[in-house]
């Protein structure tokens, strides 16, 4: 499979890129082929809502979201990886997401494979309940077929990261798909 890692973190070398890193390895491993986009890196604005695509054309912004939909909508997974920011993902993934308005239709039509890579400081059983939610109604709604989330619980330095048994979830969520 081609997997497209929407990475959405702002530290190369931060918790989220440990997790990434892991599931990486594990996909490489068993054949897959990875294809990190560092969207916090990238020229991506908000979507403006003009909506001239009809939800699903021509952007009327020229940056980087054409990339990014060329590598999806030529992927056969989606993987968004994110730091936990008020209970949310970061600005930057959302706002990649926001931009899947003008590709719509193609995107749901891909009917991509999908997972959600996220780490947080608190380690509370509520921590990941809004993005959660928030990441199950996009599969649903853009017709992704989820392989799997890891929740990094306590996730809230690379050494508690390193500590935890996340990036091993990760590495094996990436074996195993
Ligand atoms: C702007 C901002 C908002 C955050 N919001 C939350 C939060 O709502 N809940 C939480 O548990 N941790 C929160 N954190 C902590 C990060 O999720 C956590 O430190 C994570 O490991 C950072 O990942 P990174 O190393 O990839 O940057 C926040 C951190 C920042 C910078």
Request: hydrophobic share 35%; aromatic share 10%; charged share 20%.
């Amino acid at each position: 499979m081609k997997i497209t890692v929407l990475m959405g973190s702002p530290n190369r070398n931060g918790s989220t890129a440990l997790l990434a890193d892991s599931f990486i390895k594990g996909a490489d491993e068993s054949g897959h082929t990875c294809n990190v986009i560092d969207v916090c890196h990238c020229d991506i604005h908000p979507c403006i809502g003009c909506v001239r695509c009809g939800y699903e054309g021509p952007c009327v912004q020229k940056d980087d979201t054409e990339m990014i939909r060329k590598e999806l909508l030529s992927s056969d997974m989606v993987v968004f990886a994110t730091p936990l920011y008020y209970y949310g993902m970061s600005a930057q993934l959302k706002t990649v997401v926001d931009r899947f308005c003008a590709y719509n239709s193609s995107l749901n039509s891909r009917h991509l494979k999908s997972a959600l890579l996220t780490v947080a400081w608190n380690a509370d059983d509520w921590t990941f309940d809004a993005l959660k939610a928030h990441y199950q109604t996009l599969v649903r709604y853009i017709n992704f077929e989820d392989q799997g989330m890891i929740l990094g619980y306590g996730c809230g330095t690379v050494s508690m990261t390193k500590r935890s048994g996340y990036p091993e979830k990760a590495y094996q969520l990436g074996k195993n798909l």
